[in-house]
């Protein structure tokens, strides 16, 4: 997560003093974003009480939350905490305790391929040489995603829920690419590696860079077929094994600051391919029979004007797709 303005004034006068990537930045980097992850907040008011951490939200009639006990996953990118904004809907009628969990599979671990690959027999050493080489997260390759239960990060009190609704994003079907591996065929996205530290160190340790390439070849973005093969597989796959519910996001089609008037020249406008994976979604829909969260319709209603792209739009744009999760959520009985 970007760190606020205040932490990045202070990173820089460090560096200035200490040198960048120092022991000194290195702890107060630890420090700070240790205390965000692990920082808890309680809210209340009459007949309810929420408890949010970074990546949870507890919604309960009272602090010993109490039966009937829901749970609702989430597994996606960047637009799917705006599912945390039914919370107050949620509480308006709060009956027993309802934990919405945005499930990590580190920075690029979400297309449908790489949770469904959790369910192969992956060969062991590759995998455990993958996750150390590019700091992987320790679920990357486990099938967490379809146990049928879920605790709440950093609220052990609260226990464990039931997996009653799975809400997906394809967002990271749609641009995300991936890598696979020359001998034993998995797909890693090595996003998290690059991203979470310094491109100097990265680049520094000329190893791991000549290990990846020797191992691992370019396989791109999904095809449209594939997604659709993938997705039917996953609904699939999830309700036999976990047996909840499952709801889909799809996506803006439009780019909201794209100057583009002619595509003349433009070899293959992301818009499209957006608007066939939304179509594709739509088909899927019908054929499989679960509910989709209109993001594309709720944005353009709502309004777009100062949204970044496609996935990231401030949060009062949030909250109409959290009212409409919400309906769909009452409508399967959930909440």
Same mark, same amino acid.
């Given at each position: ?27 107060? $980097? ?11 907040? $309680? ?80 060969? $062991? ?8 080489? =590019?700091?992987? /997260? ?15 990060? /950093? ?40 991203? /979470? ?30 997604? $659709? ?95 409409? =999760? ?10």
């Amino acid at each position: 997560m970007p760190l606020p303005k205040p932490a990045v004034l202070a990173l820089k006068t460090w560096r200035s003093v200490f040198g960048e990537g120092s022991k000194v930045e290195v702890w107060a $980097r630890a420090r700070y974003l240790g205390a965000v992850r692990n920082e808890v907040r $309680r809210d209340a008011g009459p007949g309810w009480v929420q408890y949010t951490t970074s990546r949870s939200v507890v919604v309960s009639e009272s602090d010993d939350f109490p039966e009937p006990r829901r749970g609702i996953v989430l597994r996606g990118g960047c637009d799917m905490p705006s599912a945390f904004t039914a919370a107050p809907l949620i509480a308006e009628r709060i009956r027993g305790t309802v934990a919405i969990s945005r499930q990590i599979g580190g920075t690029g671990g979400h297309r449908s391929d790489q949770i469904l690959q959790t369910l192969d027999d992956l060969d $062991r050493d590759a995998v455990a040489e993958t996750r150390e080489k =590019l700091k992987l /997260n320790s679920h990357y390759f486990t099938p967490t995603f379809f146990d049928r239960t879920f605790s709440v990060s /950093n609220l052990p009190q609260a226990g464990e829920f039931p997996k009653d609704v799975i809400v997906l994003g394809i967002a990271s079907d749609q641009v995300r690419q991936v890598y696979r591996h020359r001998k034993h065929g998995f797909v890693v996205d090595p996003g998290g590696w690059w991203l /979470n530290q310094d491109l100097n160190n990265v680049l520094g340790d000329l190893s791991v860079v000549e290990w990846f390439r020797d191992n691992f070849r370019r396989a791109g973005r999904m095809s449209l077929d594939d997604f $659709r093969k993938n997705n039917a597989r996953l609904v699939a796959e999830t309700r036999e094994r976990v047996g909840a519910h499952i709801v889909y996001y799809n996506t803006m089609v439009v780019d909201p600051a794209n100057p583009t008037h002619n595509y003349q020249l433009v070899k293959a406008a992301h818009s499209v391919r957006r608007r066939e994976f939304a179509i594709a979604l739509t088909e899927l829909s019908r054929d499989l029979g679960f509910p989709i969260v209109d993001v594309d319709r709720v944005l353009k209603t709502a309004g777009v004007e100062q949204q970044v792209d496609f996935a990231h739009f401030p949060t009062d744009r949030m909250m109409p797709i959290g009212a409409e =999760l919400h309906r769909i959520l009452r409508q399967l009985g959930t909440v």
